[in-house]
């Protein structure tokens, strides 16, 4: 029997049969469809109605020029033009990937030593862990093996990369995490610390923690630590003061790697180029990929310093080879859109552009404090969050409704895509996005809000 719904769209009857989504459920998909994105303009998207929304996850948190960014479909034509496919297996290479780890080496915080290729930031976490056991193995430390990550942090939904991050629903039903990955507490000061407790006090509690975990599990067992620098899909939380000072120092007392998650972070989204400058952070390997392309095609990349590097290449000569790597691992499309979108990003200082509007659009979030159901506000560079409650005083909900639910359908309705994780609402629009731009989206979360209050009943 037929159970598909009579949609007037046959694009939607047809994805419903068809098309198996992610982070969906697809018992409801079935029933209410998709909505089907039709072109970008800029920091805009259509659907196939013609209905225009305002894209504040700029996608998934990657579209950093925008949607219809000419030089970019340009680069790929040349490309494909030239050299459609090639790979780096077995002492091969071409030249957008060699300009790019270069280029890639010249922006790093700290001195890195070597760019390694993947497609995508779960294979680049996952790449980042067997480089992590592979470098233990070279240095004669076979048990050294467990990584910490962070409860709420994201990695991503391979294996390994699921196992580090630290969300339920990534683990459920899917018999994880993996053993070897631990997690620690998440840095959410709002929702964490206790009563009465400073930032710093509590950003001290929380490195207390990860060494209390080290010495639990015994500090020749952990090799590395994995971290964003700030949370994106946990609810866009960021660091307490002098949080991650205090956490590498925990790091370095046991000589544990530290992997900067920057697949969200990096190219400019914190208001410097890495989160790692915003922060601080000193890590040994960086992971990247999102705004490296700004999506336009999928790619990803960790450079890794030498302290990494080195245990790595000797054990390699010492098998013969490093056995990982990915077909299209360093594609030459993906390279060469990676290399025009970082000169757009320079050219167009959408670095100092996402610091000047974040903060502005921030500011403006600020002012919705006063409302009921507005707990915290809270956001660095272009990408911040509201965290919705109906106590403010107990920091919960109660109503039966998850309240980012409702107040993410309001803000589709008024035309503006987004993205809530529970009760927590993202923003994270293009780099591109002008003032102008960012007071129409704050107008369009002002009135979702009332809309949500309303319908809650504490309007």
């Given amino acids: 029997m037929n159970t598909i719904p ?34 970008g303009d800029g920091i805009y998207v259509f659907d196939n109605d013609g209905n225009r929304y305002i894209e504040g996850l700029a996608g998934l948190w990657s579209v950093g020029v925008g949607f219809n960014e000419q030089r970019l ?15 780096n297996f077995g002492h091969k290479s071409h030249a957008p990937a060699i300009d ?67 969300l339920p629903n990534n683990h459920r039903s899917f018999d994880l995490p993996i053993d070897r990955v631990l997690h620690t507490s998440s840095p959410h000061y709002w929702r964490e610390a206790l009563p009465g407790e400073s930032e710093e006090d509590f950003a001290t509690r929380c490195a207390q923690e990860l060494d209390a975990l080290i010495q639990r599990e015994g500090p020749d067992t952990i090799a590395a630590f994995f971290a964003e620098p700030v949370m994106g899909a946990g609810g866009v939380v960021t660091p307490p003061a002098t949080y991650f000072e205090k956490i590498q120092a925990v790091l370095a007392k046991y000589d544990i790697l530290f992997v900067a998650d920057e697949v969200i972070c990096g190219f400019g989204r914190t208001g410097n180029m890495f989160g790692s400058i915003t ?57 060469a859109v990676a290399l025009e979108n970082l000169a757009i990003i320079k050219e167009r200082n959408l670095v100092e552009n996402a610091r000047d509007v974040g903060a502005h659009f921030i500011s403006r979030l600020e002012t ?42 309001a803000m589709q309705r008024n035309g503006l895509i987004s993205r809530n994780m ?17 007071d129409d989206m704050f107008e369009i979360i002002a009135k979702s809000l009332r809309e949500t209050e309303a319908e809650v009943g504490v309007a």
Avoid at 23 to 33: K, L, Q, S
Avoid at 140 to 159: D, N
Avoid at 423 to 434: G, K, L, S, W
């Fill in 279 to 335: 922060y601080d952070i000193r890590p040994d390997i960086m992971v990247m990929s999102k705004q490296i392309t700004s999506s336009y095609v999928p790619f990803s990349a960790l450079m890794v310093n030498e302290r990494v590097f080195g245990p790595i290449a000797d054990e390699s000569n010492k098998i013969g080879t490093f056995g990982h790597g990915f077909t299209a691992g360093g594609h030459p499309l993906g390279a």
């Fill in 368 to 409: 919705l404090k006063s409302s009921p159901l507005v707990g915290e506000v809270r956001g660095v560079g272009l990408i911040a969050a509201i965290e919705l409650v109906d106590d403010k005083e107990a920091k919960s909900v109660k109503t039966p409704a998850m309240l980012g639910t409702l107040m993410n359908t």
């Fill in 100 to 166: 790019l780890a270069e280029q890639l080496i010249a922006l790093a915080p700290v001195p890195m030593s070597k760019v390694f290729y993947t497609n995508s930031g779960s294979e680049a976490n996952d790449t980042a862990l067997k480089m992590i056991w592979y470098r233990s193995n070279a240095m004669g430390k076979p048990e050294k093996k467990k990584v910490i990550a962070r409860q709420r942090g994201y990695h991503g939904v391979t294996i390994a990369s699921a196992s580090l991050t630290g």
């Fill in 6 to 39: 009579n949609f007037t769209n046959t694009l939607e009857a047809r994805d419903i049969e068809f098309h198996f989504h992610g982070y969906t459920n697809a018992r409801r998909h079935a029933e209410v469809g998709p909505m089907v994105i039709e072109k």
């Fill in 422 to 438: 529970a009760d927590a609402v993202a923003f994270c629009p293009p780099m591109i996005m002008t003032r102008a731009q960012a």
């Fill in 73 to 87: 479909v340009d680069v790929v034509t040349r490309q494909m033009s030239k050299l459609p496919f090639y790979h």
